[in-house]
């Protein structure tokens, strides 16, 4: 993992051994180009990347290559994101060369929800390939000069090339062996999902750390910091892949409603801290959903500014 693959500043920051700290930011369910200019506005200068989600939860939004290119005009760095759900592997490719030619060097690679979860259930899914196959594609065309077809590519875009790791979904044994398939396929950095379930992730990083991966590969850590008990509660029984723990929904109801929110962000800087000292993880991917303004404070908090400057 020692030499640049690409210009980004996310990677530039993991290599220089800095402990990453990452953002989120969902485009609009339209072309309301001022209120995603005000969210990204939050997250600059207080993180090294922002991912741009791709109509995650398979709801149509605003594309993850648009809202990418709104914000490097913005000032921040860009993580787009691409689901194999909406394009076959021309869309893709075209999609990559696009993305890069706008000054994108970050892409992460998912599957995505599927469409029943969202607004248009009858929609059809492409998967004409899926995430470890595009993990591959996008490592073929960058270090390879590829496309999937075996023809050359004139300039090759150089991605630093992410993807995703649910260290809790089921089979939980398979889980360190996913992450290694991904690492093996080509990923140069992993997000987990949303961690609420420490005890389950400090076990799920030392598998990770007893084969090694964490050498070959840098893993942040997904936080997802909790508004209220209520939210806990629906996301531990409607959101897929979930695993939070009752004693973490007792401790937001143990408290009064107006500060519930205040106890969500205490147990997300707790993790934080424990994932400073923690072997194996690099980082922190910060998912405040619909939250983006309180991440400056959160970021404060947790003791990651300044970002550094490399």
């Known amino acids: 993992m020692s030499e640049l693959k690409s210009g980004s500043n996310l990677e530039k920051v993991l290599k220089a051994g800095h402990f990453a700290f990452t953002g989120e930011c969902g485009p609009p369910k339209g072309a309301n180009v001022e209120h995603l200019k005000e969210k990204l506005a939050h997250l600059k200068g207080h993180v090294d990347a922002v991912n741009m989600t791709d109509n995650q939860t398979a709801v149509v939004r605003m594309s993850s290559l648009a809202?990418?290119?709104?914000?490097?005009?913005?000032?921040?760095?860009?993580n787009f994101q691409m689901v194999c759900r909406d394009r076959n592997r021309l869309a893709i490719m075209s999609d990559i060369l696009g993305a890069y030619s706008l000054g994108i060097r970050n892409m992460l690679c998912l599957s995505g929800d599927h469409q029943t979860f969202g607004n248009h259930p009858q929609a059809k899914n492409v998967h004409d390939i899926d995430s470890?196959?595009?993990?591959?594609?996008?490592?073929?065309?960058?270090?390879?000069?590829?496309?999937?077809?075996?023809?050359?590519?004139?300039?090759?875009?150089?991605?630093?090339?992410?993807?995703?790791?649910?260290?809790?979904?089921?089979?939980?044994?398979?889980?360190?062996?996913?992450?290694?398939?991904?690492?093996?396929?080509g990923a140069d950095f992993i997000q987990t999902q949303c961690i609420?379930?420490?005890?389950?992730?400090?076990?799920?990083?030392?598998?990770?750390?007893?084969?090694?991966?964490?050498?070959?590969?840098?893993?942040?850590?997904?936080?997802?910091?909790m508004k209220n008990a209520g939210m806990a509660n629906f996301m531990s029984k409607f959101?897929?892949?979930?695993?939070?723990?009752?004693?973490?929904?007792?401790?937001?109801?143990?408290?009064?409603?107006?500060?519930?929110?205040?106890?969500?962000?205490?147990?997300?800087?707790?993790?934080?801290?424990?994932?400073?000292?923690?072997?194996?993880?690099?980082?922190?991917?910060?998912?405040?959903i619909e939250w983006e303004h309180m991440v400056p404070e959160i970021a404060e908090r947790a003791g990651v500014l300044p970002r550094p400057a490399v």
Not at 162 to 168: I, K, L, R, S
Not at 197 to 216: A, I, Q, S, T, Y
């Open 67 to 78: 809202g990418s290119a709104i914000m490097i005009g913005e000032g921040s760095e860009p």
């Open 132 to 185: 470890m196959q595009l993990i591959a594609l996008v490592k073929k065309m960058r270090d390879e000069g590829k496309f999937m077809n075996g023809e050359d590519i004139d300039v090759p875009p150089k991605m630093f090339i992410g993807a995703a790791c649910n260290p809790f979904a089921d089979p939980y044994e398979y889980r360190v062996y996913r992450l290694a398939n991904k690492i093996e396929a």
């Open 196 to 225: 609420f379930n420490m005890d389950k992730f400090r076990d799920f990083m030392k598998k990770v750390v007893d084969m090694g991966l964490h050498e070959k590969c840098y893993i942040l850590a997904g936080v997802t910091p």
């Open 239 to 288: 959101v897929p892949g979930m695993d939070i723990p009752e004693s973490l929904i007792k401790r937001l109801k143990g408290v009064d409603k107006k500060d519930q929110a205040e106890e969500g962000i205490k147990f997300a800087l707790e993790q934080v801290e424990e994932f400073k000292e923690m072997k194996g993880v690099a980082g922190v991917h910060m998912m405040a």
